[in-house]
């Protein structure tokens, strides 16, 4: 899944969820293409997400931005969205005291034992 030049990723889709992996950067230039793959996946469903940002290199004010509004869709929909971070994306979002809304986790298996079975 080639969001855009400088942010790629892998979508799993499983039972109750899905995992998107990601690498790169997730700035303003890839933050609308992210929003809106990401966001018809959730409407698609399964509505538990899962974003492996471990191999992410940046997020920027956008990308957060983008974060926050994935949350939203997510619960709003009745599913979740947690993280899985890195030192740097974590550093980023405790800056904006974001870490108790985005669910960060340290790794997928934390975030898989999170989520509901069906």
Do not use: W, Y
């Not at 790169?24 to 974003?51: C, M």
Request: aromatic share 4%; glycine share 6%; hydrophobic share 40%.
């Amino acid at each position: 899944m080639n969001l855009t030049v400088s942010l790629r990723g892998t979508r799993e889709a499983r039972d109750n969820c899905q995992l998107f992996r990601l690498t790169g950067l997730l700035d303003a230039f890839s933050e609308p293409t992210f929003r809106k793959v990401l966001g018809n996946k959730i409407e698609e469903g399964p509505k538990h997400i899962i974003l492996d940002l471990s191999q992410i290199d940046f997020v920027d004010s956008s990308g957060l931005g983008a974060l926050v509004q994935l949350a939203k869709q997510a619960q709003t929909a009745d599913g979740t969205l947690q993280i899985v971070t890195n030192a740097r994306v974590t550093q980023t979002v405790k800056l904006v005291r974001l870490e108790k809304f985005l669910s960060l986790q340290t790794t997928v298996d934390a975030a898989l034992e999170n989520i509901k079975p069906l």
